[in-house]
């Protein structure tokens, strides 16, 4: 099983960027991001399988970038032009397929707040 890390959460002026990270236990093909509010889905910000396959939330598309460190297992989500509605919880998620069988594996979370 993977034990999934996220840091990097904080607060950060509107207009800014933040470097969120996932640090994993082990390899997993695919690697996302989600982000949740209290009380609200959680809701796909951007995906990575291997260390070039990307793809992004439409709504959010433009300011995102996400990449891998494989040697460390490290998965990263670089935002920009930060605005308040970034604020909420994100959390990281990978996904293996051992014989085919596909399991997901979720990280506890990290917090950004965006302030003016």
């Known amino acids: 099983q993977l034990r999934l890390v996220e840091s990097g959460g904080g607060t950060v002026e509107v207009g800014g960027s933040l470097t969120l990270s996932c640090t994993a236990s082990?390899?997993?093909?695919?690697t996302n991001w989600y982000r949740q509010t209290p009380g609200n889905e959680r809701d796909f910000v951007a995906g990575?399988?291997?260390?070039?396959?990307?793809n992004y939330a439409d709504s959010l598309e433009g300011r995102l970038s996400i990449s891998r460190d494989d040697p460390t297992n490290t998965v990263y989500l670089q935002k920009n032009n930060l605005k308040p509605e970034d604020s909420p919880t994100y959390y990281c998620?990978?996904?293996?397929?051992?014989?085919?069988?596909?399991?997901?594996?979720w990280g506890q979370g990290t917090h950004v707040t965006v302030s003016s």
């Open positions: 998620n990978a996904v293996t397929s051992p014989n085919g069988n596909y399991k997901n594996y």
């Open positions: 082990g390899r997993a093909p695919a």
């Open positions: 990575i399988i291997g260390n070039s396959g990307t």
